[in-house]
T-cell receptor, first 116, second 111 residues
Framework: KAGVTQTPRYLIKTRGQQVTLSCSPISGHRSVSWYQQTPGQGLQFLFEYFSETQRNKGNFPGRFSGRQFSNSRSEMNVSTLELGDSALYLCASSLNPGALNTGELFFGEGSRLTVL | GQQLNQSPQSMFIQEGEDVSMNCTSSSIFNTWLWYKQDPGEGPVLLIA?????ELTSNGRLTAQFGITRKDSFLNISASIPSDVGIYFC???????????FGQGTTLQVKP
C-alpha cells in the first residue's frame, strides 16, 4: 500500500512569489491535514480537508490556502512568500476527519521550502 | 489556544540507558499520541492512548495517559542508536478532534 506522497520534495523561491504543494493521501484515506514544521515552532497545524471541504483551520494568515479534490488529493498554496515561510510542510492523511479521528495520522516525507 | 509543553527539549544519552520524556497541558485532552520523526522523514506514530490512566507498550517503548488527562509520558528502555530522532507528543481536544503537537524532544544516542 503506497504511503502519503508529497511533491515537490525540495523547492527554492524568492520573496513575493507564490508556491503550490501537492499531497496524495494513502488510498482510501479521505482526510488530509497540513502542518508547517520549523525548528523554533515545532509542528503547527495549517488546515484539514475532508470530502473537498475545509473542516479545521489553524492560526495562519490568509496567504496560506488549500483545497482538496474529489480523489482526496490535496494542494496547499502560499502566496506572497516571506522569509519566515521557509519550513518543512508536512501532509498527513487519515481515514476519518476531525472528531471521528483518533489522531492517528500518516505523514508524508514533506516538502522543504526555502524562501530567499 | 491549547498548547502542549514537552520536555526535555533535547537529550544526549549513552546507548543502553533508559529515557523518559513528558508532555503537559493546561487543557484536558481526549487522546494522547507519541510520534517519532527520523531525519528527512515525516513523523511516524509510535503509541496511541485513548483512556485516562491507560498504560501501553510497544516493544521497548511505554507510554501513559495521565489520570488528569492533562499529561502523558513516554519511556524508552535500553536505548539503541536507531532511537535517534525527534519525538513528538500530540493530543486531540474539544469536539473538532484537531491534533495539537508538542515542540518535540530531540534524542541523540551515543554508541
Amino acid at each position: 500500500k503506497a504511503g502519503v506522497t508529497q511533491t515537490p520534495r525540495y523547492l527554492i523561491k524568492t520573496r513575493g512569489q507564490q508556491v503550490t504543494l501537492s499531497c496524495s493521501p494513502i488510498s482510501g484515506h479521505r482526510s488530509v491535514s497540513w502542518y508547517q514544521q520549523t525548528p523554533g515552532q515545532g509542528l503547527q497545524f495549517l488546515f484539514e480537508y475532508f470530502s473537498e471541504t475545509q473542516r479545521n483551520k489553524g492560526n495562519f494568515p490568509g496567504r496560506f490556502s488549500g483545497r482538496q479534490f474529489s480523489n482526496s488529493r490535496s494542494e496547499m498554496n502560499v502566496s506572497t512568500l516571506e522569509l519566515g515561510d521557509s519550513a518543512l510542510y508536512l501532509c498527513a492523511s487519515s481515514l476519518n476527519p476531525g472528531a471521528l479521528n483518533t489522531g492517528e495520522l500518516f505523514f508524508g516525507e514533506g516538502s522543504r521550502l526555502t524562501v530567499l | 489556544g491549547q498548547q502542549l509543553n514537552q520536555s526535555p527539549q533535547s537529550m544526549f544519552i549513552q546507548e543502553g540507558e533508559d529515557v523518559s520524556m513528558n508532555c503537559t497541558s493546561s487543557s484536558i485532552f481526549n487522546t494522547w499520541l507519541w510520534y517519532k520523526q527520523d531525519p528527512g522523514e515525516g513523523p511516524v506514530l509510535l503509541i496511541a492512548l485513548y483512556k485516562a490512566g491507560e498504560l501501553t507498550s510497544n516493544g521497548r517503548l511505554t507510554a501513559q495517559f495521565g489520570i488528569t488527562r492533562k499529561d502523558s509520558f513516554l519511556n524508552i528502555s535500553a536505548s539503541i542508536p536507531s532511537d535517534v530522532g525527534i519525538y513528538f507528543c500530540a493530543g486531540t481536544t474539544g469536539n473538532t478532534g484537531k491534533l495539537i503537537f508538542g515542540q518535540g524532544t530531540t534524542l541523540q544516542v551515543k554508541p
